[in-house]
């Protein structure tokens, strides 16, 4: 579980039993109660965010050394980031209100669950056609 000393840090993990609890409620509501899609869908929960930005803040800094920080507070567009992320599939959003969003780890978001189902064996998504 995070330690939530700043009260406008909601950031949350996947062993939070609040946060988890509080997405599966948004997930029933989204999925009209369909326990198999919000299982599903809790597989790929990534934690509750204030906004996508602090997700994305957050992940970047995993993979920055602290001495490096000042570039991505300077030079990094992490509202492009942010807006790739979505485009490109790397993650789906479901909002909790005004005050949170959700985070769930996804090859197509805006795909039902049972859509975004990937062949193992191939690692291709059978949805889409390969690119030669």
């Known amino acids: 579980m995070t330690d939530q000393d700043d009260d406008d840090n909601i950031t949350t993990l996947e062993g939070d039993k609040d946060a988890s609890d509080r997405a599966r409620r948004a997930l029933a509501f989204y999925f009209d109660g369909d326990a198999a899609k919000i299982e599903a869908a809790l597989e790929e929960y990534d934690g ?3 906004n996508f930005g602090v997700y994305t803040r957050q992940e970047l ?3 920055i050394a602290p001495y490096m920080m000042w570039l991505l507070d300077r030079w990094v567009d992490l509202d492009g980031i942010a807006n790739d992320w979505i485009a490109n599939g790397r993650n789906w959003l479901l909002p909790d209100g005004d005050e949170a969003v959700h985070v ?3 090859s ?3 795909a039902d669950i049972d859509e975004r189902e990937v062949d193992l064996e191939t690692g291709n998504d059978d949805s889409e056609p390969e690119s030669r």
């Open 48 to 50: 509750t965010f204030p």
């Open 61 to 63: 800094e995993e993979h």
């Open 104 to 106: 769930f780890l996804t």
């Open 108 to 110: 197509r978001p805006m």
